[in-house]
């Protein structure tokens, strides 16, 4: 059974940072498409950050620059580094994992709980 259990959430005031962290059991992340998403309050879910098997790394326009995902496959953990965080990157952040599906749309088959970010301006 494959679970992903994100940490690291908190509450921080603009322009701070925080590293989200999301560890894998079950599988080994070597082989999966790993996905950031988040959603903010009265907003729908949006994609964060994607980095494939071969760790190529996608972000949207929102985060470029300022966010950035990694992977430790000796640790089977995926991380989000946030730096420069603004009032709008507050959400409920949550790491998706599959097999196959490697895009940014909400199609992965497992997910985590989330893990809550606030950003106070």
């Known amino acids: 059974q494959v679970q992903l259990v994100e940490s690291g959430g908190g509450s921080v005031q603009a322009g701070g940072s925080l590293r989200l962290s999301c560890a894998a059991s079950?599988?080994?992340?070597?082989?999966?498409?790993m996905a950031w998403f988040r959603q903010g309050p009265g907003k729908e879910r949006e994609w964060v950050a994607i980095?494939?098997?071969?760790?190529?790394?996608w972000y949207p326009d929102s985060v470029k620059g300022r966010f950035t995902i990694s992977k430790d496959s000796a640790k089977n953990t995926l991380y989000l580094q946030m730096n420069g965080l603004k009032p709008e990157d507050t959400a409920i952040y949550y790491c998706?994992?599959?097999?196959?599906?490697?895009?940014?749309?909400?199609?992965?088959?497992?997910w985590g709980q989330g893990t809550r970010v606030t950003i106070s301006s």
């Open positions: 980095i494939t098997t071969v760790d190529t790394t």
């Open positions: 079950g599988i080994s992340i070597s082989g999966l498409c």
């Open positions: 998706a994992a599959d097999r196959f599906y490697c895009a940014y749309g909400d199609k992965y088959e497992t």
